[in-house]
């Protein structure tokens, strides 16, 4: 279907436009099941602390009922909604009076083997590494030449995606997903105020374990730690959760844990 | 006059553009003088590097004959050159067969007061620290959030420019610009190999005073060695040279090696 550009239907944009000349926005990449937006309230919650951060103004409740009224238009797929800092003429200041320009696209749901979910994947280990950007960390915001980079490193079916530590080795999350290790029955995810993408399936995870009573803890992973885990799994909000079966020379096993958690997101984004 | 994508004329692009969705591409900003792009080689050199770097392949004559000709019929003003990695659907990998999307936009010549070139401007000390990727770093690449905090953090017209440092409080660049110091007759800018962007200008100034038997150094700055600096400026393809007279509590005249620069710099503008 067409992209909508502030609510009317259009294939391109101004060539003045801030996302472009600077990467001035933020995204959302947002599963669409029968109409529904997937996980909408995360989405939501993190655009707006996005917008609170980079200082954009924009009228939430009008993107809420744009992205509802284009997911049920959808059907089924990925709605991506790219929020920018409208026009410049040229140069870094923009008008304090602007408000962000609204994007959204559409595309099919991509089709990833089954054995993913089911069996694990590998990861590339990336030697891009993640800078760090207080100001930008945990942000889904249009700066991506990292995650570039580090896609292109690898081109074979074989990893179906890679690790990205940070300039001090510290273990961070997928160039699309966020990373969780399982030890001794704790949960734990990176700490991301340093750099990473706090992702909306990560906050959900991280809520539907607590809630169902196993610890979790967010903080600074090494690679001693990865290695030690006893089981490893990246997740996002299309595909959910993929066990980790094995990085560099590391090796894992999908274990009780992340195969509660698959059953839990699974029925998440399904519903 | 009317914008150019891919040699048309053109006011929008595709909304699945990698330079849109990622900030995947590169950028120049260049001065237009009779029809005449300046410093043309400098910033066709400094854009294929950042091709090369960033695996954007792109054909680097017909960029060179599309700013040539676009040049010509802009006359005077500013020529802006993006370069993207075109489209993508979904996701960050790129078709290695990709070829670049070129984007040439024009605008009018800034005015700036002239008191700039001639007294000498007033830096904001930035709080916005610019983060260490030496995979990016010299590049005008299309990653520039951090450039956007950092000159939102003024609005007043008495600060011309900003002062931005890295997080390890070394002295880099300006938002716009780059920084020399003079010190004891010797010409010294930051090195740039883990942040900041290799300007043409800065490359030109380097040139022309190692041909004029001026000492350069190109290292690692402190706060300190800005601070007891006998003469500082910024400079960039557009304005050429401005003098730095302040930045918070420090300050400096303009010198007579600056005020020699600057006729340098200002014969090449205007040729």
């Given at each position: 279907m067409h992209s909508w550009v502030d609510g009317q239907p259009a294939d391109t944009s101004s060539l003045r436009d801030r996302g472009l000349a600077y990467g001035d926005g933020l995204f959302e990449t947002i599963a669409v099941k029968s109409g529904r937006p997937q996980l909408l309230e995360r989405h939501l919650q993190r655009l707006a602390e996005g917008c609170r951060r980079l200082a954009l103004t924009a009228d939430q409740s009008l993107i809420r009922s744009e992205v509802l009224a284009y997911a049920a238009a959808l059907g089924d797929g990925v709605l991506k909604l790219i929020l920018t800092r409208g026009d410049s003429?040229?140069?870094?200041?923009?008008?304090?009076a602007a408000t962000a320009r609204r994007i959204l696209l559409g595309s099919a749901f991509p089709i990833y083997p089954p054995a993913h979910a089911e069996e694990g994947v590998r990861l590339f280990p990336c030697a891009t590494r993640l800078s760090e950007q207080p100001l930008l960390a945990g942000l889904k915001h249009l700066n991506r030449l990292e995650q570039v980079l580090a896609r292109a490193e690898w081109r074979d079916a074989e990893h179906a995606e890679g690790l990205m530590l940070d300039a001090a080795e510290r273990v961070v999350e997928g160039v699309f997903s966020n990373l969780f290790l399982i030890s001794q029955g704790r949960l734990l995810t990176a700490d991301l105020s340093r750099c990473g993408v706090a992702g909306v399936m990560r906050a959900e995870i991280l809520f539907q374990a607590e809630s169902q009573g196993i610890p979790t803890q967010v903080a600074d992973i090494s690679l001693v730690q990865l290695e030690q885990a006893d089981e490893v799994f990246v997740c996002n909000s299309v595909y959910g959760i993929w066990p980790v079966r094995a990085c560099a020379g590391m090796s894992w096993s999908a274990g009780p844990l992340t195969r509660k958690l698959q059953v839990i997101t699974r029925a998440l984004l399904d519903a």
């Open positions: 003429l040229r140069g870094y200041a923009a008008d304090p």
